[in-house]
């Protein structure tokens, strides 16, 4: 079973910054939490990870909650082709690699 | 770089028979993931393979199902028989040691009539 809780769908409109939450109130001290994304009949994509501290790449950015017990996801200036269901996965990150995907949250991107 | 190369893009087979699902890692990964898709379970975890040893197969539904690494750039995934309930979307996936993210391919979509 995923360890994770996200809101079912989201809303957001073109150009404002989508904050994607997820709860994670087991996650233990060496697991990673990781978002990745589908869009319709694609493959998943990785987006990004992290373990305590706050994370920044190219297509997003990762916040997680001092306790960890929590993390959002932001999407700086969303476009319509971030439309998407966004996973968020914990998984220890070493040799149990078995990413183990929830139902996501379907984001929707609108003009 | 090609990305994971998965082949055929879409499989339609009588029930019955084999069918085989074939995977082309990126280059240099030592992880590779064979996933299934469908409407009604989602994204689930068949096996995973490390430096082309299978790690865990706990996923793979039953002894129809089964997958070879023989190399560290092929991977195939064989159903034999082949029934109507194993139609869905199967999705290989390679990564470099963990806690990397993966990369997944673009997905065999199967139909078993």
């Known amino acids: 079973d995923a360890k994770t809780t996200q809101p079912t769908s989201m809303d957001c409109a073109e150009g404002r910054a989508a904050n994607l939450p997820c709860n994670h109130s087991?996650?233990?001290?060496?697991?990673?939490v990781y978002w990745y994304r589908q869009i319709h009949s694609q493959g998943p994509q990785y987006i990004i990870h992290?373990?305590?501290n706050n994370e920044t790449n190219e297509m997003a950015s990762l916040i997680i909650t001092e306790d960890r017990k929590s993390s959002t996801l932001i999407l700086p200036h969303a476009t319509l082709r971030d439309t998407a269901v966004y996973y968020c996965?914990?998984?220890?990150?070493?040799?149990?690699?078995?990413?183990?995907f929830g139902k996501g949250t379907k984001l929707s991107v609108k003009p | 770089d090609a990305g994971v190369i998965q082949s055929p893009r879409h499989e339609v087979t009588e029930m019955g028979q084999e069918v085989t699902l074939r995977c082309k890692p990126i280059s240099g990964h030592d992880y590779l993931f064979w996933y299934r898709q469908t409407m009604m379970r989602g994204l689930e975890l068949l096996i995973y393979f490390n430096n082309n040893v299978p790690i865990d197969d706990s996923g793979m539904p039953e002894d129809r199902f089964s997958a070879k690494m023989p190399n560290a750039s092929f991977s195939t995934l064989k159903i034999q028989p082949s029934e109507p309930r194993d139609s869905a979307v199967y999705f290989c996936?390679?990564?470099?040691?963990?806690?990397?993210?993966?990369?997944f391919g673009s997905g065999t979509r199967l139909t078993v009539v």
């Open positions: 087991t996650i233990s001290g060496n697991e990673y």
């Open positions: 996965i914990v998984n220890y990150g070493g040799s149990q690699g078995n990413l183990i």
């Open positions: 992290g373990l305590k």
């Open positions: 996936a390679s990564s470099l040691a963990l806690p990397r993210g993966y990369t």
